[in-house]
């Protein structure tokens, strides 16, 4: 008897014309899509993300007063007119709080991808390509590791003649690859002997192009996680430069604000309205960037995604509560001798 292919497509489930696309499948692979914003912690963090990112653009255009304006309201508490108070030349705290913020933002930002590039030159570079070429980039990654960032930056920044927040960003980048660079290698070294890469080897693929659509693809979550790490130690950075008078005055960011607060004796005088709200939306910047870098472990690692949250049940039909570092553990099931009649244990 002869088979025809329509007659194998109807009798093979889930394949040929017969065969209809999942509807959980679908659900669930659109569901993965997803897991990183329906992840509580990176959702959190995203959100406080995109009002900073919103008040960096619009911050200058809607503050209430010039923050530059001296008025007569000097060493005001905060008030229906003021709303963060006012500084010993009546000057206008919320204003200058709206106005710094694209400063900090735009550093960090800048200052992270400067680095976030190089480090992948260096390290994905160094880690795929072996021999000479990673003993030499190993070297120069070495280098800038060992050298303490801050320190770097204070000494580069005072030796330039003028220094704006394009050369703080700048600076920044440049001098804080080092690490993302040591971790994107050691992940490089581990991938490049991988079944897949070796295929794509063998097949006569360039190494650019392996690089790129090979491995780079598995490194996403590491460059992320390195990126949110930068802007965090870039955004510190600057607030600390603007806050012992390295970097301009002149212009505002939340170290500026801290730096005239300290100068004035803004707690010597009691106003702690000078120098709280600052140090709040720096605090909650950070915590934003941490709890999307949480975000982004969480997503990247089965273990901590999972964690608290399993289904296991043990031999007695408990579930069993998955904790990370520790070893599930259930209670032994009890002999059939001690069940009672009615079926339940002593």
């Given at each position: ?113 400067v680095a976030t590039v190089l480090s ?194 043990g031999p007695d039909g408990r579930k ?27």
């Amino acid at each position: 008897m002869t088979v025809t292919p329509s007659s194998i497509e109807q009798v093979i489930p889930g394949q040929g014309a017969m065969a209809q696309p999942d509807p959980a499948v679908a659900k669930k692979a659109k569901r993965k899509r997803f897991r990183f914003i329906a992840n509580g912690k990176a959702a959190t963090g995203l959100v406080i993300l995109a009002i900073y990112v919103l008040f960096a653009i619009i911050g200058p255009w809607v503050a209430p007063y010039d923050p530059d304006a001296i008025t007569k309201d000097a060493i005001q508490a905060p008030s229906a007119q003021h709303w963060f108070g006012t500084t010993h030349l009546g000057q206008d705290i919320f204003s200058q709080i709206l106005a710094g913020t694209r400063s900090v933002v735009f550093v960090g930002a800048v200052a992270g991808i400067v680095a976030t590039v190089l480090s992948i030159l260096v390290g994905v570079t160094a880690g795929y390509l072996g021999g000479v070429a990673d003993e030499i980039l190993s070297v120069l990654s070495n280098v800038f590791l060992v050298i303490p960032g801050l320190l770097l930056v204070i000494i580069i920044c005072t030796s330039l003649p003028r220094v704006n927040d394009l050369t703080v960003a700048l600076v920044i980048g440049l001098t804080s690859w080092s690490w993302g660079s040591r971790v994107l290698r050691a992940q490089t070294l581990s991938l490049r002997r991988r079944d897949y890469v070796d295929a794509a080897r063998a097949t006569g693929e360039k190494t650019w192009r392996i690089i790129f659509f090979e491995i780079m693809p598995n490194l996403t979550a590491i460059i992320a996680s390195g990126f949110v790490g930068t802007v965090i130690f870039a955004v510190l950075s600057e607030i600390t430069l603007a806050f012992i008078g390295i970097s301009s005055v002149s212009s505002w960011n939340w170290g500026t604000i801290l730096f005239w607060a300290q100068g004035q004796q803004a707690l010597a005088q009691g106003a702690w309205w000078w120098f709280v709200p600052a140090g709040l939306a720096i605090a909650i910047l950070g915590t934003a960037l941490s709890l999307v870098n949480f975000g982004i472990d969480e997503f990247v690692s089965p273990r901590l995604r999972t964690s608290g949250a399993g289904n296991t049940k043990g031999p007695d039909g408990r579930k069993v509560r998955m904790k990370v570092g520790f070893t599930p553990v259930t209670r032994p099931v009890e002999p059939a001798a001690k069940i009672e009649m009615d079926g339940t244990a002593r």
